[in-house]
């Protein structure tokens, strides 16, 4: 049994919650239900959970403020909110699963499940540090961590440090200078929605470029990039104009 704690500063949605858990989530054992959060950390403290279903929105601080209170985060969190002014995107990064009010069925069971392959590998906790990493940083989106997913788990990197993805069938290959690539679980489309706003851009079908790393656009048909490794990647001709509309951006020429 996955040892639970709900945190809601709501009786109404605390109940909602309980309930689907019990209908939905058999799994989980639900040991302690907290309101505010100078409780909640008394309780996460005193029961060491496996998982912690937080709502962001508490009262007097937020769960983040809460989270950095704790010295190591060493269980699973779902976060559960009805507002979406939060950095929905800083979730993405960090692999970290995140409900709307009022809850799906089918989404609380996937991300119970996800927290349950996540609680059984060595890596708990290191995305919710990342993600408080991030929340740090929302004016420098290079600054930012991605985590990312593979077969044994996750690899958290700097997004300044990714050259480029090259997509493979559904997976996805991340390309550093000076350390070695890593294999994503993720198709690259999925990376260029989560990367859209953070200097990446796809250029080709097979390829997701980080912009700071873009040294020199050769012109053709559709032209090629060469990057700070001097690696030499096609540029579409479908992508061309966007590519060099996103790069004037970027450079201001």
Same mark, same amino acid.
């Given at each position: 049994?996955?040892? &639970? ?17 019990? @209908? ?17 950390? @008394? ?15 508490? *009262?007097? #601080? &937020? ?6 209170? %704790? ?5 699973? %969190? ?7 002014? /939060? ?7 960090? !692999? ?18 996800? !927290?349950?392959?996540? %609680? ?5 906790? $290191? ?5 408080? +990493?991030?929340?740090?940083? *929302? ?9 990312? *997913?593979?077969?044994? =788990?996750?690899?958290?990197? @700097?997004? #300044?440090?990714? $050259?480029?993805?090259?997509?493979? =069938?559904? /997976? ?5 200078? =000076?350390? *070695? ?13 989560? $990367?859209?706003?953070? +200097?990446?851009?796809?250029?080709? #079908? ?6 700071? +790393?873009?040294?020199?656009? %050769?012109?053709? @048909? =559709? ?27 970027? /450079?201001?020429?």
């Amino acid at each position: 049994m996955i040892r &639970t704690i709900l945190v809601e500063d709501e009786q109404r949605g605390l109940s909602t919650l309980r309930n689907l858990l019990q @209908e939905y989530c058999p799994e989980l054992d639900v040991v302690a239900e907290s309101m505010d959060a100078d409780d909640a950390k @008394e309780q996460i403290a005193r029961l060491s959970p496996d998982l912690v279903f937080m709502d962001i929105s508490l *009262p007097g #601080k &937020t769960s983040f403020d809460l989270l950095k209170e %704790i010295d190591s985060i060493a269980f699973e %969190i779902i976060f559960v909110t009805a507002h979406h002014q /939060y950095a929905m995107q800083a979730f993405r990064y960090c !692999a970290v699963d995140y409900l709307m009010k009022p809850i799906d069925e089918d989404l609380l069971t996937g991300a119970v499940n996800r !927290a349950i392959r996540k %609680i059984a590998s060595s890596n708990i906790g $290191l995305n919710i540090n990342t993600l408080l +990493h991030n929340l740090q940083r *929302p004016a420098n989106h290079q600054e930012m961590k991605l985590c990312i *997913p593979s077969l044994k =788990g996750f690899r958290v990197v @700097e997004l #300044k440090d990714i $050259l480029f993805c090259e997509a493979s =069938g559904s /997976y996805t290959n991340f390309h550093f200078a =000076g350390q *070695p690539n890593i294999c994503s679980a993720k198709p690259i489309h999925e990376y260029e929605e989560i $990367l859209s706003d953070s +200097h990446f851009i796809r250029i080709h #079908k097979s390829y997701l470029v980080n912009i700071s +790393h873009v040294k020199e656009y %050769i012109r053709g @048909e =559709g032209g090629s990039v060469i990057l700070s490794n001097q690696k030499e990647i096609e540029v579409s001709r479908r992508k061309k104009d966007f590519f060099l509309s996103r790069m004037k951006q970027f /450079y201001k020429y």
